[in-house]
Structure formats: structure tokens, C-alpha cells
């Protein structure tokens, strides 16, 4: 009887080789069972640090795959986290040269505020880089009437450009994240949120600016700190937004990029000593830690 030689040795290594090194979207199919590579998933080595933050999400903002979650759905004040949202649709209206007159309602709003003056000229531009960097109020109330017309009008397309970015839980009622009934979002729409703008190179400037000077038309000049105090404390930190008020506890989305990595950390209901702590130790955790590299590949059985 004679017996058909089989695949040589060699010819055997060959092939391993050639379907180890095949390119990452290359289905092969051997026999019956193909065999869809994938693109490897990175993740971070251990689990998540614990933090005191009430409500909590991580996410990879090439992609918004989540990291890790802590009540992300529940919905909450954020206080002036939501500015995200007033700064992306100010973006998003026109040029950021355009001048605006300053009326006199818009320096009624409290605490946090520039003291703007009625009747003062300014360019969207520069009022925008305020509210990203000091969190000003009057400015984010000046923008969203020189946008829209209006508060109300402006928090009405702020709800409608949220529910365009998947935003389902959240409503939006002013530009400037103080407590309002009915107004409310999530850990979660946050994260969805920030990372949306963070690809707006008009809005991804100024969060890393840890101070400048605002010059007012009077030729005052207030020297503008960044209420973000991580980009002191971690050297890859890149943003995003503070948050606090009694309802919201202390708010704040953080962004950090590392070795061509970048990821959203949206912490929401911290206290003023952990908050910073929490955000800090998420970002290190989610950056610096050791990356297991996870391909996941899936088997068919052919017919």
C-alpha cells in the first residue's frame, strides 16, 4: 500500500509563520474553520484603582472603548463640565473672530466670573479661551446669547447637539453648568462629550494653557489661572474641565496622552480632597501601568 507523503517539516514552519504575520484584517481559512484576525486590543495591566468619586468612567479616546465604569448611567448635576458642550457648539457657530458686544445680563450670573463690563467688545475667540481655561461664567452667558439669541434658545440646541453624539441621558438647561431643576447628564455623556471635543483643535488649545493674562477693554488685565490643577502635577496631562457646585460635588474630566495613547477619565461626585487623587490615579493607571496586548480572535465552524 502506498502511502502519500505528507507537508514537509519545513513547509509546515513556512506556513505557521506566513499566518502569524498575516495582516491584522486577513480572514484565513483552513478547511472548515476560518479564522478572523482582529486588531490586537490594549489594555491596562491590573484592575482599576478605588476611588472616592461617586460616579466614574475611563474610556481610550482613539476610540471610545470603555476602561472601566462606576455608576456611569446615573444621571447627576456636572456642573460647569457641561462648558464642554457650550464651548464645542461656540465652535461649531461661525468664526471665532466675530465680535461680541457684552450686555448687561450677562453679568448678573455668579460666583466664578470675569466681571465683564456692559458695552465691552470681544471676539468669540477670546471669550471661549476664558471659560475653557478660568471657567467663567458672564463669558459662557455672553456666548450663548450672542449664538443663539438666547439662554434658553442656546441650552436648547446644547440638549439637541447631545442627543447627536449619543448622548441620551442628558439635559441641558444654561451654558454654564450652575444648578438647575430638570437639568442633568452622566458620567458616561460626559466621556462621549469630551472626547468629541478634544478632537477641536480650537477647544484642545486652551485646556492645556495653565495660565495667561485676559486683557479688558479698559486695559485691565486679570491674570487667568487654570482651574485644572493636574496639568501641574502630571506631565502628560492634556485637559479637560473642572466642575463644582453643592448639587455636583467636585466634578472633573481629566485627558492624559502617553506613548501615543490617550485616554478620558470623567470623574463626578469626588470631594474637593479626593477629586484630584481620584482623577490622578485613573489616568496613571490607564497610562503608565503595564499593557497587555489582547487579540481576540474568533473561530467559525465552516459548512
Known amino acids: 500500500m502506498n502511502i502519500a507523503p505528507g507537508p514537509s517539516l519545513a513547509c509546515l514552519a513556512l506556513s505557521f509563520i506566513s499566518f502569524a504575520c498575516a495582516p491584522p484584517n486577513l ?16 489594555s491596562p495591566q491590573g484592575g482599576p484603582p478605588s476611588v472616592v468619586a461617586k460616579r466614574v468612567i475611563v ?17 447627576c448635576a456636572v456642573a460647569s463640565t457641561q462648558k464642554l458642550m457650550t464651548a464645542l457648539l461656540v465652535s461649531e457657530a461661525g468664526s471665532l473672530n466675530d465680535p461680541v458686544v457684552i450686555h448687561s445680563s450677562d453679568t448678573l450670573v455668579e460666583p466664578t466670573k470675569l466681571y465683564l463690563k456692559t458695552g465691552h467688545r470681544y471676539t468669540r475667540g477670546q471669550l471661549l479661551k476664558a471659560i475653557l481655561v478660568r471657567s467663567a461664567n458672564d463669558a459662557s452667558v455672553a456666548l450663548a446669547r450672542d449664538v443663539a439669541g438666547s439662554v434658553p434658545r442656546f ?5 439637541l447637539r447631545a442627543r447627536s453624539l449619543g448622548m441620551a441621558n442628558s439635559v441641558f438647561l444654561n451654558p454654564h453648568g450652575l444648578t438647575q431643576k430638570g437639568q442633568y447628564s452622566t458620567a458616561r455623556d460626559i466621556a462621549k462629550l469630551a472626547r468629541y471635543a478634544y478632537r477641536q483643535p480650537s477647544i484642545r488649545g486652551p485646556l492645556t494653557i495653565r495660565s495667561y493674562d485676559f486683557i ?5 488685565v486679570s491674570k487667568l489661572t487654570n482651574t485644572n490643577r493636574l496639568l501641574k502635577i502630571l506631565p502628560y ?3 479637560m474641565k473642572t466642575g463644582t457646585t453643592r448639587a455636583s460635588g467636585k466634578c472633573l474630566v481629566a485627558s492624559g496622552t502617553l506613548h501615543g495613547r490617550t485616554v478620558i477619565a470623567v470623574v463626578l461626585g469626588s470631594s474637593p480632597a479626593s477629586v484630584w487623587k ?4 485613573l489616568l496613571r493607571w490607564a ?10 480572535v474568533a473561530l467559525r465552524t465552516g459548512t
Not at 478547511?31 to 482582529?38: E, L
Not at 441650552?155 to 440638549?159: D, R
Not at 497610562?287 to 481576540?296: A, D, F, G
Open 27 to 42: 480572514t484565513t481559512t483552513a478547511g472548515s474553520i476560518r479564522i478572523p484576525i482582529p486588531h490586537s486590543v490594549v
Open 59 to 75: 474610556i481610550d479616546a482613539s476610540n471610545g472603548r470603555v476602561l472601566m465604569a462606576k455608576n456611569a448611567d446615573e444621571r
Open 155 to 159: 441650552a436648547q440646541q446644547m440638549t
Open 216 to 220: 479688558h477693554n479698559n486695559g485691565k
Open 237 to 239: 496631562a492634556t485637559g
Open 278 to 281: 481620584d482623577s490622578e490615579s
Open 287 to 296: 497610562l503608565e501601568s503595564p499593557q497587555t496586548i489582547r487579540p481576540v
